[in-house]
C-alpha cells in the first residue's frame, strides 16, 4: 500500500529532534507492514491551530492522499489534540479515498476491534 506519511510537534517539544524521531518510527513501520512511503511532510505548531488556519503541511499532505493509500501518522494526537480536528482530518483523507492509519494508539486498521475504536472515535 502507498502511505503519505505526516509528523507535527509543536515547538516546544525538541523541534527538529522530535519531528526526526516520528519520522524513523514512520519509516520504520513502512519496512514492518510492506508500505511504500511515498511522501512526507511536517510541521511545528501549536495545538490549537486549525487545519484550515496554518496547518500547510497536513493540508498538503491530505491533498496528496488519492484512493486506496492510507495516511501514516505515528498517534492521533499528530494530527491535533482536539477531537474535532481530528474528525475533520479523517473525514477529508476519506473522502479522498484515504485510510487512516497509525503506528500506535487504538486506531490500527488492521483489527477488526480497532476499526470499531476509530468509527467510535469519530462518532464523539
Known amino acids: 500500500m502507498d502511505v503519505v506519511g505526516y509528523a507535527r ?10 519531528l526526526q524521531h516520528q519520522r524513523d518510527r514512520i ?3 513502512c519496512k514492518q507492514k510492506g508500505y511504500n512511503l511515498i511522501g ?3 510541521e511545528q505548531v501549536n495545538r490549537d491551530i486549525g487545519i484550515d488556519e496554518g496547518r500547510v503541511k497536513l493540508q498538503e499532505a ?12 505515528v498517534r492521533l494526537n499528530k494530527i491535533s489534540g482536539q477531537k474535532g480536528m481530528v474528525k475533520e482530518a479523517v473525514r ?7 485510510t487512516l492509519l497509525t503506528v500506535e494508539g487504538p486506531t490500527d486498521p488492521e483489527t477488526m476491534q480497532s476499526t470499531l475504536q476509530v468509527t467510535m472515535k469519530r462518532a464523539e
Do not use: K, W, Y
Request: charged share 25%; proline share 3%; hydrophobic share 45%.
Open 62 to 73: 491530505i491533498a496528496a492522499v488519492n484512493s486506496g493509500m492510507g495516511f501514516l501518522i
Open 92 to 98: 477529508r483523507i476519506e473522502e479522498r479515498g484515504g
Open 27 to 29: 519509516e520504520t513501520c
Open 9 to 18: 510537534v509543536v515547538p516546544q517539544e525538541g523541534g527538529a529532534e522530535a
Open 40 to 42: 512526507f511532510f511536517e
